[in-house]
């Protein structure tokens, strides 16, 4: 472990690797101030640099604080970590709505009684178990090498374990077979236990994404793949991957040799980390993947610890910047089968949109930033212990009324809470619909002297868990003006591309944790989505995921996921000429 350690370069990497996790949202570039430690001991540090001079306020320097991704350590060091600089646990959105589909995955089972041999006779095990099936089907290398243990040979019978052509598994009992979903998210990562047999989930386990550490958004992890290559990204991906196979096997008792294929979904960047594929393409424009059909691929080739003969089948991606997890919601909404308009918005960093029907599919993304989930804000977080998520404003007092999740003393405010926030200003009236804080003489509004900003104090810092007072200022209302902004021209604009109008959205399905958390009515009086009738807003919860369900227990569905992605054209929407006015447009609050 020392070795390690010494190896390391800033005080953030050896916390990390002594497994004291810390926020880091810009990827340990110095920019979001969220890794703050107290060093004691300032001598046994470097100088405190002129990217925190610009980060940090003179109270904070003058209290010993330093950003722990620019602190060099001389020698033995000694620090305090404020409890607002350590992750706390993220509440993850693992089930999403389930599509009823027929059950019939790809990994098949099938027991065969193979023919006496005959002395004197040419033909091979291989080859009586071909005539029994009348098939050509091809073996595995891993499974030829066992097939002398796995042929009962007082009864000649076998189990064959076949993916497409292939046997991938001789077994000698009729064991249970299983299979693995995944939904790989830039923040999150939910695996699924699948029983490939009745199509029951048994299980299921998630996690933050462990590639966190190397930067909380996906620009921050391209960056790095492009800075130190795409290894340490791709490994704590696999084995986070791993660590959760083993725990669901454990748990439930299963072999993990039993688990045979492994369905994934992720978007684009995460696609190509998952594959050890360097997204350096994804960097520039125009933003080109370096493969976008769906793959089959060895568990063993990607070291995938299922049984070392399954399949990692992974999704077919639909843009540079529209991903598998994109495809994932279409099957699990039938967005792509219906008669109906449907509009599919799935909003995290990026705003992913798809919208049409069964005859033509127009899909975008849109650069919401990380406003929406809490980032870049001066008190957001994300949804983890202690965030608001829910808040109403008094109109006479401006006192507010709030709920925190897990009921504990508020920390900051998540994006549900943001965009009650923001709909709360308005309707009493200290938020004009151009994103101006209007004074009106109460104490909760004034004027920050330190930045001449003016901001809403949400909650006082004697109530608050951080010892600070939680506010929201104008620079916090202008980003997610330009994140509901960017979410409401894309929309825009796929509807102009149809020919369609607002009215003509027939289903409107809000996908992944931020739509299935938030104040639907909220989000339409901010302008975050269209203005339709509620009951054709559906949240659809982690629609990723059961789309990775879908695709692991339908062979159907599989055979469309490549179709379904060339019937989608897509809109690079800075490209398109009315873009700028539409999103001048878009920035005002209805
Ligand atoms: S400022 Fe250190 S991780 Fe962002």
């Known amino acids: 472990m020392e070795d390690v350690i010494e190896n390391k370069t800033n005080l953030l990497d050896i916390l990390n690797c002594i497994g004291i996790k810390i926020e880091a949202i810009c990827g340990a570039k110095g920019k979001c101030g969220k890794c703050k430690v107290i060093i004691e001991n300032p001598n046994a540090a470097n100088q405190i640099t002129f990217q925190e001079k610009k980060i940090l306020s003179k109270e904070e320097i003058d209290s010993g604080i330093r950003l722990s991704c620019l602190v060099r350590p001389l020698e033995d060091i000694s620090i305090i970590i404020p409890d607002s600089s350590l992750q706390k646990e993220q509440r993850i959105l693992c089930e999403g709505i389930s599509r009823k589909i027929d059950i019939e995955p790809l990994i098949k089972k099938n ?39 796995a042929i009962n040979y007082e009864v000649l019978e076998t189990n064959l374990i076949i993916f497409k052509d292939e046997i991938i598994d001789l077994l000698k009992d009729e064991d249970k077979i299983y299979g693995i979903s995944v939904d790989i998210g830039t923040t999150t990562v939910v695996v699924y236990l699948i029983d490939l047999e009745t199509g029951a989930q048994i299980d299921v386990e998630s996690i933050l994404n462990p590639q966190m550490k190397y930067g909380e958004d996906v620009i921050s992890r391209i960056t790095y793949s492009l800075e130190k ?50 997204p350096k393409s ?28 399954g399949n990692v089948h992974v999704l077919p991606i639909i843009s540079g910047f529209v991903g598998a997890d994109t495809l994932g919601v279409l099957l699990a909404t039938g967005l792509y089968k219906k008669d109906e308009i449907s509009l599919a918005i799935d909003i995290g960093t990026n705003g992913e949109l798809v919208l049409g ?15 929406l989930e809490g980032g870049h804000l001066n008190f957001g977080m994300r949804a983890s212990s202690g965030a608001i998520e829910s808040i109403f404003i008094e109109k006479n007092s401006l006192d507010s009324f709030y709920k925190t999740i897990n009921n504990s003393s508020p920390r900051g405010i998540c994006g549900s809470g943001v965009i009650d926030l923001v709909a709360e200003m308005l309707r009493v009236g200290i938020l004009d619909n151009s994103g101006k804080i209007i004074e009106n003489g109460n104490e909760r509004i004034r004027k920050n002297i330190s930045n001449n900003q003016k901001e809403f104090v949400v909650e006082w810092k004697q ?6 007072d939680i506010v929201v200022t104008a620079s916090d209302i202008r980003e997610i003006q330009l994140a509901k902004g960017a979410i409401m021209t894309g929309v825009n604009i796929l509807l102009e591309k149809l020919d369609i109008k607002v009215n003509d959205i027939d289903n409107l399905y809000l996908a992944g944790a931020f739509g299935n958390y938030i104040d639907v009515n909220n989000a339409i009086k901010i302008g975050l989505i269209p203005d339709i009738p509620l009951e054709k807003i559906k949240s659809v919860g982690n629609a ?16 469309e996921e490549d179709i379904i992605i060339k019937k989608i054209d897509y809109i690079e929407l800075a490209s398109e000429k009315n873009f700028n006015a539409e999103f001048i447009n878009s920035l005002k609050f209805p």
């Open 357 to 371: 029907n069964k005859d033509k599919m127009v899909s975008c993304s849109c650069a919401a930033g990380p406003a």
């Open 229 to 278: 290559g795409v290894s340490d990204l791709h490994h704590s991906i696999i084995g986070g991957i791993n660590l959760m196979i083993k725990k669901l096997c454990d748990r439930n008792h299963i072999d993990i040799n039993s688990i045979y294929e492994m369905t994934a979904v992720g978007n684009t960047a995460m696609h190509h980390i998952f594959l050890n594929i360097i």
């Open 282 to 309: 994804l960097s520039v424009s125009p933003f080109t993947p370096v493969i976008s059909k769906g793959l089959d691929i060895k568990a063993r080739d990607l070291n995938i610890k299922i049984n070392s003969s």
């Open 111 to 149: 027991k065969i009684k193979i023919s006496k041999p005959m002395l004197g006779g040419e033909d091979s095990f291989f080859n009586y178990i071909n005539k029994e099936l009348k098939s050509e089907l091809k073996i595995d290398y891993n499974t030829l090498i066992k097939m002398n243990d």
């Open 544 to 559: 990723a995921g059961e789309g990775a369900k879908i695709s692991l227990l339908s062979r159907k569905m599989r055979c």
């Open 463 to 468: 109530k608050t868990d951080i010892g600070k």
